[in-house]
């Protein structure tokens, strides 16, 4: 990665801590919430319950050898932490295991007639038709009279709060609050992140997305807009290639997204029509690369993946996952330079997100005390706090 000194790998061994949390408990929910969400059949039952077991106590057991992508999970590590308790590997691999082994259970990957039923799709519709995305899409209304390095300012920070509209955290994160003793954003490069994406025209953006519903739909409302003042030239959107922590992007929520944009009123409608044509001229293009729901940091990312990030003006890294997968899921020093961990990423990197796991980069010494001093290391998993940070 660098010379910078490497840091322990994130392990969700120890009770108390917050990835130990998010397996014991988290998942749990996740499992119950999608359960109730559907009238599914004995079998997917039955599959749910030995799911919930081995999330209690369950090892990591290889995927039959039918399975459709056996052979990429045995690249992503499955030969060797087949036998393993779900505790004792990788957080990242771990809670990626979960998902796969939860889309099994209900039938997603087939064959039959649960086959590509998103079990997470009430929840993101849910919020999708929400009063509180009216309230953001009326909102509009009045921006669109702004100056537009305005538009521009209040759209990307809609996106980077946007984040907050993570349905899995949302499972377990009730009663957190603001904190008025340290500033929101605990790290800011807007203004490098504006000189990448200047005029004239910066060509290429990559933004890859993280949740569906009020985190994607002002995502796509600064990709529009950007293109739409000729601020970039073209853009790819890179969602997940199927239902991945709750409420993550795939290409139907984009498109449901899109939709409920053109169906709205004002503004916003605009925005829709405006993504719409992009879409079908070619200016706004879909990536769902199997990498996405990889169990696996950047650092190992393939090189085809390789090669559309080195071809970007910028790739904006959307939310909390992204953000550990591009750091790769240490505890790090929280004062570690971002431009030293980010190193080997094949082009100028931008991270958009709001902070709700323990890993951090790129603190100045002076805000890591006071966020300390203030919320003890709350500030880490709160959701309260947001960053921006580019490495050029
Ligand atoms: O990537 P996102 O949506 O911002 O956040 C995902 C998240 O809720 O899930 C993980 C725990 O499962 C944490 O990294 C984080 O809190």
């Known amino acids: 990665m660098s010379d910078t000194p490497t840091a322990p790998v994130i392990v969700p061994d120890e009770p108390g801590t917050f990835p130990h949390g998010v397996l014991a408990e988290r998942h749990p929910a996740i499992v119950r919430q999608v359960r109730e969400a559907f009238p599914y059949e004995p079998a997917q039952h039955r599959a749910l319950d030995a799911l919930l077991a081995d999330c209690a106590t369950g090892t990591i057991e290889p995927l039959p050898a039918g399975a459709h992508d056996r052979e990429r999970w045995r690249a992503w590590g499955m030969d060797t932490y087949a036998g393993r308790s779900w505790y004792d590997v990788p957080w990242l691999w771990s809670e990626s295991w979960f998902y796969r082994r939860l889309l099994d259970a209900v039938g997603y ?42 538009q521009a300012a209040a759209l990307l920070h809609g996106s980077l709060w946007g984040n907050r509209a993570d349905l899995g955290f949302r499972l377990s994160a009730e009663g957190a609050g603001e904190s008025a003793a340290v500033p929101a954003l605990v790290a800011d490069d807007t203004e490098r992140l504006w000189t990448l994406l200047g005029t004239p025209a910066a060509d290429t953006l990559c933004l890859v997305a993280d949740n569906a519903g009020r985190e994607l739909v002002p995502d796509l409302l600064l990709i529009a807009h950007l293109l739409a003042h000729g601020r970039i030239g073209r853009a790819v959107l890179h969602v997940k290639p199927y239902p991945y922590y709750v409420s993550d992007a795939t290409t139907a929520d984009v498109v449901d997204a899109v939709r409920r944009l053109t169906g709205a009123e004002g503004a916003a409608a605009a925005y829709g029509r405006g993504l719409w044509a992009a879409l ?26 390789r090669a559309d990030f080195a071809a970007a003006a910028v790739t904006v890294v959307k939310g909390d996952l992204n953000y550990r997968r591009l ?26 997100r709001t902070l709700k796991s323990d890993v951090i980069t790129g603190l100045t010494a002076g805000t890591e005390a006071a966020l300390t001093a203030a919320e003890e290391q709350r500030w880490r998993t709160s959701g309260t706090h947001a960053l921006i940070q580019v490495r050029t």
């Open 109 to 150: 990957f087939g064959p039959g007639p649960w086959q590509g039923d998103d079990p997470f799709r009430p929840s993101k519709l849910a919020e999708l038709g929400s009063p509180a995305t009216d309230e953001e899409l009326a909102a509009l209304d009045d921006l669109t009279g702004r100056p537009e390095d305005e």
């Open 280 to 305: 079908s001229d070619g200016r706004l293009t879909l990536r769902a690369h199997p990498f996405s729901c990889s169990p696996l940091p950047y650092t190992e990312m393939p090189d085809d993946l």
């Open 327 to 352: 750091v790769e899921d240490r505890y790090w020093p929280p004062t570690t330079p971002f431009a030293d961990v980010t190193r080997y990423f094949p082009g100028p990197v931008a991270a958009l």
